[in-house]
């Protein structure tokens, strides 16, 4: 009987070992599953600290990827208003280009018209008397010293009055024709009444234009008078034929430049003071 009792005490003493062995390795188990999902919790906690870190650059790159494409933008729209301006002002230049060469043709017909004028009025006259030619843009009625004056004098004779006054009647039925009438000798010192070559080719042009304006009523107002003396050859004065072709006086015609003038002056960059 003892012994049955004894036994008895045994088991119930593993029974109540074993029992309470369980529920300690249940609260070690969920000791570890909470260690487990702390640790879980803080990985998370830090991949979500670094992705909104990184969600903060990213953010910080658009802001200054949006300035970057605002600048440009007022950039683009600066460089437009520019290019636009730009195009104003070669459209304009070419239209003063289109209107100057516009001006410059006319110009240029008016000149040719000038010379046919000028050949048909003195078509009577030799070549060794005077010529009509254009230079520089102008006509140059060359009239020799044969045909208007005496030797060193500034006196006109009737033949070259005759040649004036048909250059005057071209010149009264064109009054968009300026005049400049240039006196010319050879190099040959002058003695006599006149002090120098100087004296002479002054009185030359002089004579002429009184001749003009005042037998023939040209508008004084279209007239220039000059003298040049032997400092404007046309050939050389060491030949008796090349002295004889210096003395001469020439009487350069064009036509009013005031629209060209104008034109010109209104352009950018002209000095209009």
């Known amino acids: 009987m003892k012994k049955t009792v004894h036994s008895l005490a045994i088991l119930i003493t593993t029974i109540s070992l074993l029992a309470s062995c369980v529920p300690t390795r249940k609260y070690k188990a969920s000791e570890a599953a909470l260690a487990a999902a702390r640790n879980d919790s803080a990985s998370l906690a830090a991949k ?3 992705q909104q870190s990184t969600i903060g650059q990213l953010q910080q790159q ?3 990827l949006n300035k970057k494409v605002n600048d440009l933008s007022n950039q683009a729209g600066m460089l437009s208003s520019d290019v636009a301006g730009k195009n104003s002002q070669l459209a304009a230049q070419q239209k003063r280009l289109e209107q100057l060469q516009a001006l410059m043709n006319q110009q240029k017909k008016a000149i040719q018209e000038i010379r046919q004028k000028m050949s048909d009025a003195l078509v009577g006259f030799n070549s060794n008397e005077l010529t009509v030619a254009i230079k520089n843009g102008k006509v ?35 009054p968009e024709i300026t005049v400049d009438i240039e006196g010319h000798t050879d190099s040959i010192p002058i003695h006599g009444r006149y002090q120098d070559n100087w004296d002479l080719s002054t009185a030359r042009a002089n004579s002429i234009v009184r001749i003009l304006t005042q037998e023939y009523q040209v508008d004084p107002t279209r007239v220039i008078a000059s003298g040049h003396s032997s400092y404007d050859p046309v ?4 030949t008796k034929e090349g002295r004889q072709q210096n003395r001469r006086t020439e ?11 104008q034109l010109l002056s209104s352009s950018p960059g002209s000095d209009n003071r």
Do not use: R, T
Not at 151 to 170: D, F, M
Not at 235 to 238: A, E, K, R
Not at 251 to 261: A, H, Q, V
């Open 48 to 50: 979500v600290a670094e």
């Open 62 to 64: 658009i802001g200054d």
């Open 140 to 174: 140059y009625v060359s009239l020799q010293e044969n045909l208007l004056f005496p030797s060193g004098s500034a006196v006109v004779n009737p033949k070259g009055k005759v040649a004036l006054g048909k250059l005057a009647a071209v010149l009264n039925s064109n």
């Open 235 to 238: 050939q050389s004065n060491d």
């Open 251 to 261: 009487i350069i015609l064009s036509p009013k430049l005031d629209e060209l003038y």
